[in-house]
């Protein structure tokens, strides 16, 4: 699987983007996940979803701001981020956890198996 995430950019305190990741080869039945990681930081895990969309998963720092969704059709999964703050700085990583039959969404770095390059956002005061 081939990951690759665009929408990241420059924005206000207080706006928004949306995030997409196109994935290519093989993309049944894998959990998505978003995670970040700032200078100097540790990634940390963001969001996660799972293959159908019934299950989603949020660290607090988005919790009630970023909306995670799915589009299996068109192999998409996307992160929409409302009530931007300066600390969502960061590059965002779209991940694939390719373990079939998961019953609960992970948040570890290491259980997911691919991973895009990246996207920049940066968020001003």
């Known amino acids: 699987v081939q990951l690759v995430e665009s929408g990241g950019g420059l924005v206000q305190a207080g706006g928004s983007l949306r995030l997409s990741c196109a994935a290519s080869g093989t993309f049944s039945g894998y959990t998505m996940g978003w995670f970040r990681q700032a200078p100097g930081k540790e990634r940390e895990f963001v969001a996660a979803i799972s293959w159908r969309g019934g299950n989603t998963y949020y660290a607090d720092s988005g919790k009630g701001r970023f909306t995670i969704s799915r589009d299996n059709a068109k192999s998409m999964v996307f992160l929409q981020m409302n009530s931007l703050k300066p600390e969502d700085t960061a590059v965002y990583y779209c991940?694939?956890?390719?373990?079939?039959?998961?019953?609960?969404?992970?948040?570890?770095?290491?259980?997911?198996?691919?991973w895009g390059q990246g996207t920049q956002v940066s968020v001003s005061s």
């Open positions: 991940a694939a956890d390719r373990l079939l039959g998961r019953l609960i969404i992970s948040t570890k770095l290491a259980d997911y198996d691919y």
